[in-house]
């Protein structure tokens, strides 16, 4: 867990209203250390990818709930698929072939 004062440091061109504003709007999560907030290594770094779209890539912070909600939404997608390719890993080599069989043949018909 990081401290406001860590992050601060770590992030120099943060500014401390924008990060209270993304807490204030939930676009990142703190938990309570010693009266602070405290910040896990996954939520530091949406404070750098937040900062990153803000200060270099000039996202407009309007536009930044749904870049965020954009971007949870592949990470849930590539936690599934890669979930559910670990599961097709641990069947048997028929079915493995099966299912491959399957996947070439749904993205020949999509034109892949």
């Known amino acids: 867990m990081k ?10 061109g943060l500014r401390r209203d924008d990060l209270e504003r993304w807490l204030r709007d939930a676009l990142i999560e703190a938990a309570h250390d010693n009266g602070g907030p405290a910040f896990s290594e996954i939520q530091f770094a949406r404070v750098r990818l937040i900062c990153t779209l803000r200060y270099d890539l000039d996202v407009e912070e309007e536009t ?3 870049v965020l909600d954009l971007l949870d939404q592949l ?3 590539r936690e599934r698929l890669h ?3 670990q599961a097709v890993l641990a069947q048997d080599e028929e079915v493995r072939a099966a299912v491959l ?3 070439t043949e749904a993205r020949r018909r999509r034109g892949r």
């Open 64 to 66: 930044l709930p749904v």
């Open 83 to 85: 979930t559910l390719s």
């Open 3 to 12: 401290n406001l004062e860590e992050i601060f440091t770590l992030l120099p």
């Open 101 to 103: 069989d399957l996947v």
């Open 75 to 77: 990470h849930d997608t």
